[in-house]
T-cell receptor, first 114, second 115 residues
Framework: DAMVIQNPRYQVTQFGKPVTLSCSQT?????MYWYQQKSSQAPKLLFH???????NEADTPDNFQSRRPNTSFCFLDIRSPGLGDAAMYLC?????????????FGPGTRLTVT | QKEVEQNSGPLSVPEGAIASLNCTYS??????FFWYRQYSGKSPELIMF????GDKEDGRFTAQLNKASQYVSLLIRDSQPSDSATYLC???????????????FGKGTLLTVNP
């Protein structure tokens, strides 16, 4: 089945220790997104790729970086995690065609910072 | 700033009743509207989307859109305990190029269906 896969599902890191989260998709979608979601809050868009074009949200901290080496994979790098970065990180994809611009989410990675 | 507003709830309904979830949005240029269901600790799951004024039905779910009033709703008929979750309303933002692919999410409404 075509899907969006995120690894790992749970990640524990220490304060200030770099961490990388990964996302892969078999949907062959052109657009990929990274969201941060904290408890009882709306998903917050960090950045998205339209093909290889990188789009950073204005309020995304510099501590967060992303890479998309090919259509299928996208990575989220947190260079120096702080306690406030503990959250669920969601990857989503969307096809370029179609009026609806539907986004399909992966299962998420729960990040804990100790 | 483009906003999507939802009543945070909790909205509590008895099993078998109709649950009505509401959402308003500020961007008049928005074209597509989405309802996602999110169980606690899980990722959002698409229930349905709508982009034309009126009603769209899919099984027990009906989405209603009124662009003039900037209002979108989701009705869940014959509510089941398994429908208990947070329902996120999302709106496609207007704009050029890459910004046209972004969604603005509401904070969600927590629905509890009591057996």
């Amino acid at each position: 089945d075509a899907m969006v896969i995120q690894n790992p599902r749970y990640q524990v890191t220490q304060f200030g220790k770099p961490v990388t989260l990964s996302c892969s998709q078999t949907l062959n979608h052109n657009v990929m997104y990274w969201y941060q979601q904290k408890s009882s809050q709306a998903p917050k868009l960090l950045f998205h790729y339209y093909d290889k074009d990188f789009n950073n949200e204005a309020d995304t901290p510099d501590n967060f970086q992303s890479r998309r080496p090919n259509t299928s994979f996208c990575f989220l790098d947190i260079r120096s995690p702080g306690l406030g970065d503990a959250a669920m990180y969601l990857c989503a994809t969307s096809p370029r065609q179609g009026l609806a611009r539907v986004q399909y989410f992966g299962p998420g990675t729960r990040l804990t910072v100790t | 700033q483009k906003e999507v507003e939802q009543n945070s709830g909790p909205l509590s309904v008895p099993e078998g009743a109709i649950a009505s979830l509401n959402c308003t949005y500020s961007d008049r240029g928005s074209q597509s509207f989405f309802w996602y269901r999110q169980y606690s600790g899980k990722s959002p799951e698409l229930i349905m989307f709508i982009y034309s004024n009126g009603d769209k039905e899919d099984g027990r779910f009906t989405a209603q859109l009124n662009k003039a009033s900037q209002y979108v709703s989701l009705l869940i008929r014959d509510s089941q305990p398994s429908d208990s979750a947070t329902y996120l309303c999302a709106v496609n933002t207007s704009g050029r190029g890459g910004s046209n692919y972004k969604l603005t999410f509401g904070k969600g409404t927590l629905l509890t269906v009591n057996p």
